[in-house]
């Protein structure tokens, strides 16, 4: 075999037929094959063994030219702030959704349509994303959206899937950070569940900066997912960091790492135990209903106390004492179990979903008592995904690996049952985050495909200079056996992903002219007296000049057109073409101005017209033989 068929194996220095990690290290190796060796009756691995493992890890994965993925994944951009989607298993990229960042070939950020979405926030030309997640209906997903967090500006978008464009954004009002997001699973999505991380002084005015005052916290956030407007907000003792809900509707939990609400790393690690919080959440709309709220910093949200006073529980929440600092909150796809990842323990912990009403009602002397087994699987256990078969794959951090477990068997082994429940663990290349099987967090969870999200690929890939990018490796649970099948590299820095299956999405081919995304433009030509699919008119309303004209492979409906100095110019382009693929583009040449127009599409996007002189546009999406010469002038005039 030559090095490069070796998929986990070495691409230069390494000795042919050793993997990496084993010539970086036989301990890692040696101790993961030990973990596989024990798990699965002694699977040692040749040069001949491993050829034959990545011809067949090839085969899987292997996409024919013109045939189609099985599923879509949709893929957290990270701190580049957009989402990607990729087919899943070939892990070819399909598509990038800006969101809360500047795109300059759609023109996200630069267009009247996008500005709208993007409102008062889009002064921030930076995001963070983290969660994506796919609205649902009866615990499975229902396809119609995808909504995601921005962490660094504190806000919540929603993508239409069936146009793949962002078509609402909420800045979460008086909260710092946004950063876990899920979504009410049954009996449908009314609720996005958010986050606010940090804990802040309320209100935030320089009037106090003193964490431990009764007037910092941080608050759980819950979003009409139908109108993007905030439905409540929980305050909380401690921060939140990652949330999940249940399979029915009735409680969401978040994970606490600074139970301390300390300001720094020594604090924030004093306590031995910090608390998954859970949320009832009948309780707290029945309380809302009844005017039993407040409000918080002259915001019009509803808003309840979930802290404890004098260490008495409030009827919203309870906090149930997990090892310290914990970090992912999952919802086991068979509705039974919340886990949270121990992070800086070695354990997960599984609270048992059908004790929450007892909780609740107060049967319980010790809030543990919902904790039905704390499964210790390896050094730094950070997220957990389902294959709906009972096991759990939880990553592990410092281990660089995935280690397959048993639930059940993990209960039995907690209540002292001489079990094994830990099934195999597999090396990871390298620090993996999240991770996530297919339809992991629906009912349908079908385990076939695990995304492993490593934060680091070192020598992975050929060298990109000292920013490296992550590796988003893919592999195949579908066996008794994890198997990886494939190396993905990522940019800046995918924290999370989904998978749906192909038939879950249905998008739209062309642009409905009725679609709401351009009606707010579709109005204003109306105001003008233009039909846009018709029309190619300038209309001057004092400095300002609106100019409409249409786009048909190869040309614009107007050659050119001209202006004043000075004058504020919105160029409106409805594209024509009904072929699918025939998308144009307009680009204004030295005046920033770039935007796309897809078949039946309306864009518009303004800019100041502030240098005399002819200047030409183009189109800049490849449309036609002829796309070169799809040209026009802009002539402006001295002022
Ligand atoms: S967090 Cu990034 S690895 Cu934001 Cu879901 Cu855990
Ligand atoms: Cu139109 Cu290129
Ligand atoms: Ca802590």
Same mark, same amino acid.
């Given at each position: 075999m030559s090095d490069k068929d070796n998929n986990q194996g070495p691409q230069d220095e390494a000795p042919k037929g050793l993997s990496r990690r084993g010539f970086l290290g036989t301990s890692a190796v040696a101790s993961a094959a030990l973990a596989g060796a024990t798990a699965l009756g002694g699977t040692v691995f040749t040069r001949e063994s491993w050829a034959a493992a990545a011809k067949e890890a090839r085969s899987k994965i292997h996409v024919a030219p013109g045939e189609l993925d099985e599923y879509y994944g949709f893929w957290s951009g990270g701190h580049q702030g957009e989402v990607r989607v990729l087919g899943v298993p070939s892990m070819r990229e399909l598509m990038r959704i800006p969101v809360f960042n500047v795109d300059s070939a759609t023109g996200w950020g630069l267009t009247n349509e996008s500005k709208r979405v993007l409102g008062d926030s889009g002064k921030y030309l930076n995001g963070d994303c983290h969660h994506p997640h796919i609205s649902m209906t009866d615990g499975k997903y229902d396809g119609k959206y995808l909504f995601i967090n921005d962490k660094a500006n504190s806000r919540v978008a929603r993508i239409r899937l069936d146009i793949m464009k962002c078509d609402k954004m909420l800045t979460v009002p008086n909260v710092q950070a946004i950063h876990g997001l899920r979504l009410q699973k049954v009996p449908y999505t009314k609720y996005v569940f958010a986050n606010g991380e940090f804990v802040i002084p309320h209100p935030n005015d320089g009037h106090s900066f003193d964490l431990q005052d009764k007037n910092s916290f941080t608050m759980f956030n819950a979003i009409d997912a139908e109108k993007m407007e905030m439905a409540f907000q929980v305050i909380v003792d401690g921060n939140l960091d990652n949330a999940d809900m249940d399979y029915s509707g009735r409680y969401a939990a978040a994970t606490c790492y600074n139970s301390e609400k300390a300001y720094d790393l020594g604090g924030m690690m004093r306590n031995e135990r910090d608390w998954v919080v859970v949320f009832n959440i009948p309780a707290i709309e029945a309380a809302i209903k009844a005017g039993k709220f407040i409000h918080v910093d002259g915001d019009k949200t509803p808003v309840v106390d979930g802290r404890k006073v004098d260490g008495k529980d409030s009827p919203f929440t309870r906090y149930i004492p997990v090892p310290k600092n914990p970090h992912g909150l999952n919802t086991s796809s068979d509705g039974k179990y919340f886990i949270a990842n121990g992070k800086l323990s070695p354990t997960v912990s599984m609270i048992a979903i059908d004790r929450l009403d007892d909780l609740f009602a107060g049967k319980f002397k010790d809030p543990r008592e919902v904790i039905v087994a704390e499964p210790e699987l390896g050094l730094g256990p950070l997220h957990t995904t389902f294959d709906g078969r009972g096991n759990a794959y939880t990553t592990l951090f410092i281990d660089s690996q995935v280690v397959k477990w048993n639930m059940d068997e993990a209960v039995r082994a907690y209540k002292g049952e001489k079990v094994n429940y830990i099934k195999q663990k597999l090396d990871v290349h390298y620090q993996p985050g999240h991770n996530h099987a297919s339809l992991t967090e629906t009912s349908e969870a079908d385990g076939k495909w695990l995304v492993v999200l490593c934060k680091f690929s070192k020598d992975r890939f050929l060298p990109t200079g000292p920013l490296h990018p992550e590796n988003d490796q893919l592999i195949d649970i579908s066996g008794e056996e994890m198997k990886l099948v494939h190396d993905g590299p990522a940019f800046a820095e995918p924290h999370d992903c989904i998978l749906a299956r192909r038939d879950q999405i249905k998008t739209q081919k062309i642009w409905k002219r009725d679609d709401p995304f351009f009606a707010a433009t579709v109005a204003i030509a109306k105001?003008?007296?233009?039909?846009?699919?018709?029309?190619?008119?300038? !209309?001057? #309303?004092?400095?300002?000049?609106?100019? +409409?004209?249409? %786009?048909?492979?190869?040309?614009?409906?107007?050659? &050119?057109?001209?202006?004043?100095?000075?004058?504020?110019?919105?160029?409106?382009?409805?594209?024509?073409?009904?072929?699918?693929?025939?998308?144009?583009?307009?680009?204004?040449?030295?005046?920033?101005?770039?935007?796309?127009?897809?078949?039946?599409?309306?864009?518009?996007?303004?800019? !100041?017209? #502030?240098?005399?002189?002819?200047?030409? +546009?183009?189109? %800049?999406?490849?449309?036609?033989?002829?796309?070169? &010469?799809?040209?026009?002038?802009?002539?402006?005039?001295?002022a």
């Open positions: 105001k003008d007296g233009i039909n846009l699919e018709t029309d190619n008119k300038v !209309i001057r #309303d004092g400095k300002k000049v609106r100019v +409409y004209m249409t %786009s048909m492979a190869p040309s614009y409906g107007l050659n &050119e057109f001209t202006v004043k100095q000075g004058d504020e110019v919105t160029v409106t382009i409805t594209n024509i073409d009904q072929i699918e693929d025939v998308s144009h583009g307009f680009v204004m040449t030295n005046h920033g101005v770039s935007m796309e127009i897809s078949p039946q599409q309306t864009s518009s996007i303004t800019f !100041i017209a #502030d240098k005399p002189g002819l200047h030409w +546009y183009y189109c %800049s999406w490849f449309c036609h033989a002829l796309h070169m &010469e799809m040209v026009g002038r802009m002539k402006v005039e001295r």
